[in-house]
């Protein structure tokens, strides 16, 4: 379909690398493209879906969107209102998203819609929609504190008709395939703020050495380069982290415990680096003309989108309830 063929340890090489753009939302946005809308249609959806959504999205022709969240369900996935009622050979949408990132751009978006009155896990279903179908409203470009670069949408959907063959797999097995879905998008997630962290700490080594307090460099004291060196090492272990979850992810292993890991990690320590480093600019770091104002706010998404830190905590506590008692 226009791919290289090459194994997941490739996309997180490529978000890595990503990290040197000195903003986070053009990654991002590349990812919703990369990581977010496309595992699905490329695991379970048709040819003809793949030769219609996937080949030119992967191309680069098409901009797509992932239409998860909504003003009452943000993380919580099973809570979402927006219906797909099946009529003849088409579904007829009603409902809307928030928060859809490229939604103001977007050609097409994968949709998770309830498909059936069943219960919240088994009636959802992934939808390949285009977005100039009659019915579709892009209700406004959210204003953000952060990823000003990337455009963040709320839309609604009103007797949108849309047809049946653009399922994505089966019916009913779309909440299934978002939690997969998730993995990449957290793995993702969190490969793209390794090297801006690392970016970050190394202007603010570069700066505290320059600036002279009370005479001295602020470098130079004890409080502060022993802070960046703590810091440096996060990192690092945050890296080893992700390399070993992508490995076993590879090899075709469950990684939803180590993804949620590292991506509750990324969210924290990016809160903390950030806010850390910020603080030894002094002055300078409240303002907009320095990097690491930029990314105080941009990696501060970190913690919220593609499920918050409390969503993390939960799927770890899960995964650990099930672990044999010694």
Known sequence: YGGMGLDFSYNIAVAEELGNIRCGGIPMAIGVQAGMTTPALTRFGSDELKKQFLVPTIAGDLVACLGISEAGAGSDV?????????????????GGKMWTTSGCQADWMCLLANTSEGPPHRN???????MNLPGIHVAKKI??????????????????RVPSK???????????????????????????????????????????????????????????????????????????????????????????KFASMAKLKAGRLAREVTDSCLQFWGGMGFT???????????????????????????????????????
Not at 199 to 225: G, P
């Open 124 to 130: 959802k279903s992934l939808i390949c929609l285009p």
């Open 288 to 326: 907009s003309e320095v990097l690491v104002s930029r990314f105080y706010r941009d990696l501060r998404l970190m913690s919220i989108g593609g499920g918050t830190d409390e969503t993390m905590l939960s799927i770890i506590c899960k995964y650990m309830e099930t672990l044999p008692t010694k």
């Open 78 to 94: 099973a809570n979402v209102k927006t219906t797909a009622v099946k009529k003849g050979d088409e579904y007829v949408i009603n």
């Open 166 to 256: 653009n399922l994505i797999g089966e019916e009913g097995k779309g909440f299934t395939y978002q939690m997969l879905q998730f993995q990449e998008e957290r793995l993702w997630a969190v490969a793209t703020v390794l090297t801006p962290l690392e970016t970050i700490i190394q202007e603010t080594i570069d700066y505290t050495r320059q600036r002279k307090v009370f005479d001295q460099s602020v470098l130079h004291n004890q409080a502060v380069h022993f802070r960046l060196a703590e810091l440096a090492t996060e990192v690092e272990l945050l890296r080893s982290l992700l390399y070993r979850t992508v490995a076993l992810y590879v090899e075709g292993n469950d990684v939803t």
């Open 143 to 160: 204003d953000k504190l952060g990823m000003r670069s990337s455009d963040t949408a709320q839309i609604f959907f009103e007797d949108v």
